[in-house]
């Protein structure tokens, strides 16, 4: 099997792979394992170090890794390397928080001493996105280092050099050899790697259907998952917002990534005493981006991934708009070049059963529902199968908090500020969205044993 990069935006194949056959990706995660047996012992310190390194190296390499994203996927430069600095910022945390993350805890009962200690548990298999080819991974890496765990890589097959740079990265920053390794597998690979019995654990990024499957094979043989899968995150947009301030938030979390991220804002619930002044100041910003070439700096909006993935979107909308939504701005797929670009696009009078309120559309496409109030609006919000995030803008500060805090059913609600991911922070969602958490505390105590030891 062959196993190519192909850059979305003119077509050109950039690189050609040979895949790893199924003996081998066995013997990597011997490797692997038998690499865990000595790392398990390591001590803190030793791995904060070398977690510093991987950061400085990432923050060295930035610009390279920009252009491997752009060229592989297409992310404008200038968003690849952002990402690459946050993955280093991920790297210091764990380096800096790891230890007090992993302290035993003494408990008092009835013993002459109880404590609970959090131990590695092995290898970690990650199944990883393109969309986000380095953060996504970076976020599993350094708290399962971190812990004392190791980890295989299957990657997104449209992102095999961004995958290779990162085993190549955590052996230039000094990790002992095989502590972590890239497959280059397909996806018809994985339940097998699910079943190796030196796997210990899954974390998977992606669709909810690669969920599932991953969570039915898991289960199967008794192995925990960590899933972060789609989402179709609202945006509440209430009488008294600074509409503003929201409408160039929106734009930003639409269109970030070229809208290919499980977090970007998709549906903006807007109530209808705003709805046309919203609707007219998301239009002037969205038609101000600019859409291109990913390698230019001056680029905005790249193509999509793959010319599939775009012309699945470009059915969504069209599904939308036979349903009765109206189309104010984009919508039409690009003529006579071999690329992936969609363009920005804003659809109005979306309403539940349309594509654009049920489904994730993973694209640069808005959907503005108008509702009467906030209980409307919190009632649209929470009517979908995803769970991911959502936001709520309005100058009572007061009011916006409770309503994340109490009335949305996502893990991570935001208030007048696009959802973003942040190390500090746990990650993840609820419902079709997925669960377990990733990042802060609770992400590093995913994959460890928390043990009680109880003596008397």
């Excluded at 950039?14 to 790893?20: F, M």
């Excluded at 946050?86 to 001493?113: G, H, I, P």
């Excluded at 669709?207 to 043989?221: C, D, F, L, N, Y």
């Excluded at 938030?249 to 209808?272: E, H, M, P, W, Y």
Aim: aromatic letters at 6%; a negative charge.
């Amino acid at each position: 099997m062959i196993i190519q990069s192909v850059n979305p935006f003119n077509g050109e194949v950039i690189a050609t792979h040979e895949a790893h056959t199924h003996e081998l990706v066995a013997h990597k995660i011997q490797q692997t394992h038998t690499a865990w047996l000595t790392w398990r012992n390591s001590n803190a310190e030793d791995r904060s170090g070398l977690l510093h390194k991987l950061a400085a190296i990432l923050q060295e390499r930035k610009q390279e890794l920009a252009k491997l994203m752009a060229l592989e996927m297409g992310k404008p430069v200038k968003q690849g390397a952002s990402e690459i600095e946050k993955c280093a910022a991920v790297c210091t945390y764990y380096a800096e928080n790891a230890a007090r993350f992993l302290t035993e805890q003494l408990v008092e009962t009835d013993a002459t001493k109880s404590y609970i200690t959090f131990e590695p548990i092995g290898v970690v298999l990650a199944v990883m996105p393109w969309n986000f080819p380095f953060w996504q991974v970076f976020r599993f890496i350094a708290p399962a280092l971190a812990a004392g765990n190791c980890g295989v890589l299957k990657h997104a097959s449209n992102v095999p050099g961004c995958a290779l740079a990162i085993e190549e990265m955590v052996v230039q920053a000094g990790f002992p050899p095989h502590v972590f390794q890239t497959l280059l597998a397909g996806s018809n690979m994985v339940d097998a790697m699910i079943e190796n019995p030196l796997i210990k654990a899954v974390t998977l990024t992606g669709s909810t259907q690669a969920g599932i499957k991953v969570a039915q094979k898991a289960g199967s043989v008794l192995k925990k998952t960590v899933l972060e899968l789609g989402g179709s995150d609202a945006y509440l947009i209430l009488e008294d917002a600074d509409l503003e301030h929201a409408a160039t938030t929106c734009t930003d979390s639409r269109l970030i990534n070229s809208g290919q991220s499980c977090i970007a804002a998709k549906r903006f619930i807007v109530v209808a005493e705003v709805a046309e002044k919203f609707t007219q100041l998301m239009l002037d910003k969205m038609k101000t981006k600019r859409m291109g070439d990913p390698l230019s700096a001056d680029t905005e909006v790249g193509p999509q991934a793959r010319q599939d993935l775009r012309d699945e979107l470009h059915k969504q909308v069209q599904a939308s708009i036979a349903a009765g939504a109206k189309c104010i701005l984009g919508g039409t797929i690009p003529n006579g070049e071999r690329n992936a670009l969609y363009p920005p696009t804003l659809l109005i009078n979306v309403t539940k059963g349309m594509p654009a309120f049920d489904e994730e559309l993973f694209g640069p496409v808005a959907a503005i529902i108008t509702v009467k109030d906030e209980e409307e609006a919190i009632s649209a919000a929470n009517d979908s199968i995803f769970g991911l995030g959502a936001a709520v803008f309005t100058k009572d500060m007061q009011r916006g908090e409770r309503i994340a805090a109490t009335r949305l059913e996502a893990g991570s609600c935001f208030v007048n500020s696009l959802v973003k991911s942040d190390p500090r922070l746990p990650f993840g969602g609820i419902k079709q969205s997925g669960y377990g958490r990733e990042l802060g505390m609770f992400g590093i105590h995913e994959f460890v044993n928390i043990k009680t030891v109880f003596v008397k």
